[in-house]
């Protein structure tokens, strides 16, 4: 619906409201890349270690920001972790969320990862989430080079 500029107090312009899609491409980086073709290929997971601090950052970095070193040693992780904190969204914004609500995002710390990973958490009830879960990984079958290889995480069967 057009909203005149009269309704701003203008006279004679009427405005609209719209969206526009922007579709743009961008460099994953070394890092990025090594990491994502891990994703695709192997679902392997690799993260790089810092030389100084010996942090294992997840996503991979090529420096480290704590003490400015470059980092080039990659170690994969496990794709079993601990959930470290969620939320859990219950209303829907339609068209922008991937699933019907209630929706559960949370932050898995990779066992050998020093940092964690913010995803979907899924496969489980949400009332049944708990931080400090043992959690893992469930890839795409169908794996495309990007973040959302990891389907999302899941309670750990055993
Ligand atoms: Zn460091």
């Not at 460099?27 to 994502?36: I, N, P, Q």
């Not at 192997?42 to 010996?54: D, E, H, V």
């Not at 997840?58 to 959930?83: A, H």
């Amino acid at each position: 619906m057009a909203v005149t500029s009269e309704d701003l107090g203008n006279t004679g312009t009427l405005i609209y409201p719209s969206r526009i899609k922007l579709p743009y491409t961008w460099h994953a980086g070394k890092a990025g890349s090594r990491f994502y073709q891990g994703l695709r290929d192997n679902c392997r997971i690799c993260g790089t270690k810092c030389p100084q601090c010996s942090w294992v950052y997840l996503p991979p970095r090529e420096t480290c920001p704590r003490c400015y070193r470059i980092m080039d040693e990659w170690v994969e992780v496990s794709n079993v972790g601990t959930l470290l904190t969620f939320t859990v969204t219950r209303y829907a914004v339609p068209s922008i969320q991937p699933q019907e609500p209630p929706i559960a995002m949370g932050i898995v710390k990779l066992d050998g990862a020093s940092s964690g990973l913010v995803h979907l958490l899924g496969g489980v009830d949400v009332s049944e989430l708990r931080v400090g879960m043992r959690m893992q990984v469930v890839f795409r079958e169908k794996r495309q080079g990007n973040y959302l290889d990891i389907e999302y995480f899941r309670p750990l069967k055993t």
